[in-house]
């Protein structure tokens, strides 16, 4: 799918602004976040840590110019936070994530970007637990597994080169 394509489904399908392409790569650590029917405050804080890094990568990558200004990132979030999205709202933005990261190889991959992307996930679905007591392989719940392995794929990972 070509960036245009990307963009227009963004806009128009789902009425995101064109500069939120920029912050696409955080729907799946918010799709992540909301596998367990809930947000929980470690989550959101990880969540912002990912955006503010993410935010001064671009900055750099640009050489010093705001990409994404601190209110667009607020925003961003807080359309997806503040209740819970659609499901298949999340699954669609997730799909459009991984096709602009697939499709932006010297921006994320070149960088260890996608790395980082898995790395906060997994610190996501360790951060916090839906229901205790839970059984020793219950700590991350079904659902969020599935969706950190979807990922892990999509981004060209294997099991051996995501450890």
Known sequence: M???????????SHQLAEHDLY???????????????KVQPAETS?????????????SSEAGGEVI??????????????EQRPDPALLARLSELALEWLNASPGLIRNNGRDREL?????????????????????????A???LLLKLIQEL???AHRAA
């Open 118 to 142: 898995i790395d906060y996930c997994l610190d996501i679905t360790a951060a916090a637990v839906a229901n205790y007591p839970y059984e020793k392989r219950e700590r991350i719940v079904a």
């Open 156 to 158: 060209g990972y294997s």
């Open 2 to 12: 070509s960036l245009q394509h990307i963009v227009d489904e963004l806009v128009h």
């Open 68 to 81: 994404v200004s601190a209110e667009d990132v607020n925003r961003f979030i807080l359309r997806f936070l």
């Open 46 to 58: 990880l969540l912002y840590e990912y955006a503010i890094s993410w935010v001064a990568h671009l």
């Open 23 to 37: 912050l696409l790569n955080l729907v799946p650590i918010i799709e992540l976040m909301w596998a367990d029917g």
């Open 144 to 146: 969020e597994k599935t």
